[in-house]
Every structure is written in C-alpha cells, then in structure tokens.
C-alpha cells in the first residue's frame, strides 16, 4: 500500500531593516517591512511605521489594509481568542 506524503507547509518571514530600528512615519524610508513568503510565493508585505501598520496583498499595488496600533492590537486581540 502506498504511504500518503505530506505536504509541509513552508512559510518564511524576512524583514528588510534599516540602518536604525526606531520607526519613523510610515513611507519615510526609516519604517520595517517583512516580506511573509510560503515556499516562494510572496502572500504579502508588513509595513511597520511609527504610526501605523499596513498589510499590502501579494499583487496589490493600491489598496492596503490599514491599521493604527491600537486599531491593531484590538484585531489581533479579537482574533486570538
């Protein structure tokens, strides 16, 4: 009987830092940005500011989803329940 594989499931997260680790205002070249990647497929971007987070989809050059900290922190905290 042949035995089933199972596929593992690959994600990597790479974050691209700047020269400094304080955060700036979003867009001013001093934020965090990591790339979230299953195998080599790019799902999206993070992009961490001092204002706020966003998410940008795989694909998605306009539209982000766009969160302050506390709005944030309020998502995570609802959907880790």
Excluded: C, Y
Aim: hydrophobic content about 35%; aromatic content about 4%.
């Amino acid at each position: 009987m042949a035995k089933h594989r199972r596929s593992t499931r690959v994600t990597s997260v790479k974050a691209l830092l700047p020269g400094s680790i304080e955060l700036t205002k979003l867009k001013s070249g001093n934020g965090l940005e990591v790339q979230v990647r299953s195998h080599e497929v790019l799902l999206g971007t993070l992009m961490l500011g001092r204002g706020s987070v966003e998410w940008w989809p795989r694909g998605n050059k306009t539209n982000s989803l766009r969160k302050s900290w506390k709005e944030f922190a309020d998502m995570l905290e609802t959907h880790m329940r």
